[in-house]
């Protein structure tokens, strides 16, 4: 559920610890999402009959303004067919869901690329990580004192929360993640495509070669990999070629969405 502020967020919220408050007034409005205890008031059609809800304040100034205009919070999944690549831009909203849907609120690119960090907490009150997103782990340990645990497995079928599939966010064209220059003689003869960090792959066609950020900003990697991945499935190229990035900050949360979308994950 998305909602206009922390106070109004917690209306809906059977019980908030303190860690919660501490982080909604560093990171809220933001890409940062509480799975909470929800009241008897949030229907169990939003939470697929979970007693817990995952409730955000998102940043853009378009959806704050709506969420404003509104005296409920919004319910909104993502818009983009289940399991697909995320959708960027309002362009990609059209692409994916043109005439199914009555209109789109054109806010802008997005200017983080990749879904919210959603966490949620234990019975001692401990911060568990249910998946990485624009916010880092180590970020909000700064605030806490201490370490974020990663939250228990959940069944497939049944996840506790978005993103926790083995495969999601995956491109029609297969996807395989390593060495580039090892891969790719895998696959010699192959119309290739590939995406990396900061250097351009030797031997690829013009084209077919997405740095994601030459400036090694991993935030600037992150606000382009879905745009990269749409790009390349209507380049209509036979295997993605990615590298692993650096496992620190969003990059984490990039290597996830990476690791979803890989090829051996729909065999």
């Not at 008897?40 to 979970?50: E, K, M, R």
């Not at 290597?255 to 994950?265: E, F, Q, Y």
Request: some cysteine.
């Amino acid at each position: 559920m998305h909602c206009a502020s922390w106070s109004t967020a917690q209306q809906y919220i059977l019980s908030v610890p303190e860690k919660a408050h501490l982080l909604a007034e560093k990171f809220m409005p933001g890409p940062l999402t509480f799975l909470l205890p929800k009241k008897d008031t949030v229907p169990d059609l939003v939470t697929a009959g979970s007693e817990k809800v995952a409730i955000r304040i998102p940043a853009h100034p378009l959806t704050l303004a709506l969420l404003r205009s509104i005296d409920f919070p919004l319910a909104a999944p993502s818009a983009n067919p289940f399991g697909y690549i995320s959708p960027t831009s309002a362009m990609h909203v059209s692409e994916s869901l043109n005439g199914k849907i009555p209109y789109i609120l054109d806010g802008g690119p997005s200017q983080v690329g990749l879904e919210s960090t959603i966490i949620g907490f234990d019975e001692k009150e401990r911060v568990l990580l249910y998946r990485w997103g624009g916010i880092a782990a180590e970020e909000i340990e700064s605030i806490i004192n201490e370490k974020v645990l990663a939250a228990p497995s959940s069944p497939q079928k049944n996840p506790e929360t978005s993103g926790r599939l083995k495969s999601h966010y995956a491109p029609h064209t297969p996807l395989y993640i390593g060495d580039i220059d090892v891969l790719k003689n895998d696959f010699a003869g192959k119309k290739i495509a590939t995406i990396s960090f900061t250097k351009n792959i030797e031997g690829i066609q013009n084209g077919y070669n997405f740095t994601l950020s030459p400036t090694g900003n991993l935030q600037e990697a992150a606000s382009n990999l879905f745009a990269a991945l749409r790009k390349i499935d209507q380049l209509q190229a036979d295997v993605i070629l990615s590298e692993i990035f650096p496992d620190e900050g969003i990059g984490r949360a990039i290597n996830d969405r990476l690791s979803r979308a890989r090829a051996d994950n729909k065999q």
